[in-house]
T-cell receptor, first 115, second 109 residues
Framework: GAVVSQHPSRVICKSGTSVKIECRSLDFQATTMFWYRQFPKQSLMLMATSNEGSKATYEQGVEKDKFLINHASLTLSTLTVTSAHPEDSSFYIC???????????FGSGTRLTVV | DAKTTQPPSMDCAEGRAANLPCNHSTISGNEYVYWYRQIHSQGPQYIIHGLKNNETNEMASLIITEDRKSSTLILPHATLRDTAVYYCIVRVVGNQFYFGTGTSLTVIP
């Protein structure tokens, strides 16, 4: 089945630095990927839709200059949290739409801790 | 935005069937019902989806009422590994997934 690989699984960074999270579709091409954020004991919140070769579409209330998304190839989307602050600490999850069908596969998530 | 209502938590005895309800009274004719689950600190896992007919796969069964305003996910023989948060989502094919609050299922030995 379709597999989405997400790296790193955990990252700790200092306040004010930037962190890049990678999301790769391993055995299929993904023209569209999605990024979610999840705070403890809360549900997943859709942040943005990443489209290969074009600008990402951000959900209302999500700062596009803070959460930079790049989808430069059919198998890779990256989310960069710029100038991270402790309130950005969260669980970030990506999802990819399998190109030939409607199946959506989720990555295993990245636990970001900003200290 | 999420268009579903689920009970916040449920318990189920190991080996028994777990029946998880979901209300989606405003569902449109072209929206499917999807079920995913999330085990702690992992990404969501697909379980099953359907439009109006009941569906069954190796993991679960999905029962959708005739008016499509509610559905039930059935795990026929719950195990401890089925302890997770279960999300019911309605969406048009090709659109984004918006997650609701889900049901936290605890399988009790």
């Amino acid at each position: 089945g379709a597999v989405v690989s997400q790296h790193p699984s955990r990252v700790i960074c200092k306040s004010g630095t930037s962190v890049k999270i990678e999301c790769r579709s391993l055995d299929f091409q993904a023209t569209t990927m999605f990024w979610y954020r999840q705070f403890p004991k809360q549900s997943l919140m859709l942040m943005a839709t990443s489209n290969e070769g074009s600008k990402a579409t951000y959900e209302q209330g999500v700062e596009k200059d803070k959460f930079l998304i790049n989808h430069a190839s059919l198998t890779l989307s990256t989310l960069t949290v710029t100038s991270a602050h402790p309130e950005d600490s969260s669980f970030y999850i990506c999802s990819a739409r399998v190109r030939t069908g409607d199946g959506y596969t989720f990555g295993s998530g990245t636990r970001l801790t900003v200290v | 935005d999420a268009k579903t209502t689920q009970p916040p938590s449920m318990d189920c005895a190991e080996g028994r069937a777990a029946n998880l309800p979901c209300n989606h009274s405003t569902i449109s004719g072209n929206e499917y019902v999807y079920w995913y689950r999330q085990i702690h600190s992992q990404g969501p896992q697909y379980i099953i989806h359907g439009l109006k007919n009941n569906e069954t796969n190796e993991m679960a069964s999905l029962i959708i009422t005739e008016d499509r305003k509610s559905s039930t996910l059935i795990l026929p023989h719950a195990t401890l590994r089925d302890t997770a948060v279960y999300y019911c989502i309605v969406r048009v094919v090709g659109n984004q997934f918006y997650f609701g609050t889900g049901t936290s299922l605890t399988v009790i030995p």
